[in-house]
């Protein structure tokens, strides 16, 4: 006999258990009337090669996630393991959104301007190909218009791994 999914798995449980996965860290930017917006997020991953597709999953409750969608166009910068500040920065909720870029070393993507994070490990920058449901997030799939790799022989990348920021060792 098979069981019937019950549908409760308690919060907490859950994200310990997902947790357990280590992932990339990056900051996703985008711009709505011309200000900027950045988050920090995890939920990211490469989806086809021909077209060139990435997904990110954007929490419903942020300020970003509109923006995102209003904007339709934005990067993602993937983090070296001495990014860490930036990491806690751009995930703190409510901090000024017109101030939230000072003193941080930023470009221009070349196609939609959106902010890119110097000295990231690599950037991306996408156009909105689709958004899905993806229950308390909205799962963004975007085609990849540019990218470009930071500079070589620097540190390895910034994970997170059992709700911590960590670095890979050797690298």
Not at 47 to 61: E, I, K, T
Request: net charge negative; glycine share 12%; with cysteine.
């Amino acid at each position: 006999m098979t069981p019937e999914p019950s549908g409760i798995v308690p919060p907490g449980e859950f994200r310990a258990a997902v947790g357990q996965f280590a992932a990339g860290i990056l900051i996703m930017s985008t711009l709505q009337d011309g200000v900027a917006h950045a988050m920090t997020a995890n939920a990211f991953t490469s989806v086809s090669l021909d077209p060139p597709l990435v997904l990110v999953c954007v929490d419903r409750g942020v300020r970003m996630h509109d923006a995102v969608l209003d904007c339709g166009y934005w990067a993602v910068s993937v983090l070296a393991a001495d990014q860490q500040p930036l990491a806690a920065r751009f995930a703190k909720s409510g901090r000024d959104l017109y101030s939230q870029f000072d003193g941080v070393a930023i470009e221009s993507a070349p196609k939609t301007g959106c902010p890119v994070i110097a000295g990231a490990l690599s950037w991306l920058e996408c156009r909105t190909w689709s958004t899905h449901d993806g229950g308390d997030h909205t799962i963004v799939v975007g085609e990849v218009l540019s990218l470009g790799l930071g500079p070589a022989g620097g540190h390895g990348p910034l994970i997170h791994h059992a709700s911590n920021y960590r670095e890979l060792p050797g690298s």
